[in-house]
């Protein structure tokens, strides 16, 4: 059981939008930044969103993030089949001493 | 570019320590403003992580491992390491290094190393 709760899977179709959500506490999402990952089928995973709503450089602005209180959300619009992967969040829990990770989305692009 | 790289042996016995090294290219691991990190993530699972280093060597391990995690630093090889202690099946893992940037997120990765813990 993950700290941070993520809907197992997500689905939509090409050129839709999608919305992922991560639940914490204030322990974790409530008080520290969270980042976003994306992991295509065997690769390491890619840094989406970082800092809550912040792109790196070369990810393009159909990816973004926000946060409000507790729940953190990534959203991506005009889904390509490209973009079917799992997605994590991540946040550094206080309480814990420790960053704990979502248990991850499986998004599947119809 | 920076570029990290797992390396270790890919099959443990149950009970035995489970060792690996990643070897961190393109920048230097002597720097305050990171931390370096092991994440492990079992087949068909999700990412977990294990721990992280500072450059001073300060360390933060998951409260679940703490008793068999210790992770090292090497500056002049330029180079993180992971130990793991007494393992199991359930510790059989792709196992990624990763640089942590502001104390906050993980811009750069290892590839992974799969590690088998079987006899």
């Known amino acids: 059981q993950s700290v941070l709760t993520q809907p197992p899977s997500v689905s939509a179709a090409p050129g839709q939008k999608v919305s992922i959500s991560c639940s914490g506490s204030?322990?974790?999402?409530?008080?520290?930044?969270v980042s976003w990952y994306q992991q295509l089928p065997g690769t390491a995973p890619k840094l989406l969103i970082y800092?809550?709503?912040k792109r790196p450089s070369g990810i393009p602005d159909r990816f973004s993030g926000s946060k409000s209180g507790t729940s953190a959300t990534l959203g991506i619009t005009g889904l390509q089949t490209g973009d079917e992967a799992d997605y994590y969040c991540a946040a550094w829990d206080r309480s814990l001493s420790a960053r704990v990770f979502g248990g991850g989305t499986k998004l599947t692009v119809l | 570019q920076l570029q990290l790289q797992e390396s270790g042996p890919g099959l443990v016995k149950p009970s035995e320590t489970l060792s690996l090294t990643c070897t961190v290219s393109?920048?230097?691991?002597?720097?305050?403003?990171?931390?370096w990190d092991w994440i492990r993530q079992p087949p068909g699972k999700g990412l977990e992580w294990i721990g992280t280093?500072?450059?001073?060597?300060?360390?933060y391990y998951d409260p679940s491992l703490k008793s068999r995690v210790t992770i090292s630093i090497e500056t002049s090889k330029n180079q993180f390491s992971l130990e793991l202690s007494s393992v199991t099946a359930a510790d059989t893992a792709v196992y990624y290094c990763?640089?942590?940037?502001?104390?906050?997120?993980?811009?750069?990765w290892g590839q992974g190393t799969l590690v088998t813990v079987s006899s």
């Open positions: 393109d920048g230097s691991i002597s720097t305050s403003t990171y931390s």
């Open positions: 990763a640089r942590l940037e502001s104390a906050t997120y993980f811009h750069y």
């Open positions: 280093i500072s450059y001073a060597g300060i360390t």
């Open positions: 204030g322990s974790n999402v409530g008080s520290d930044s």
């Open positions: 800092e809550d709503n």
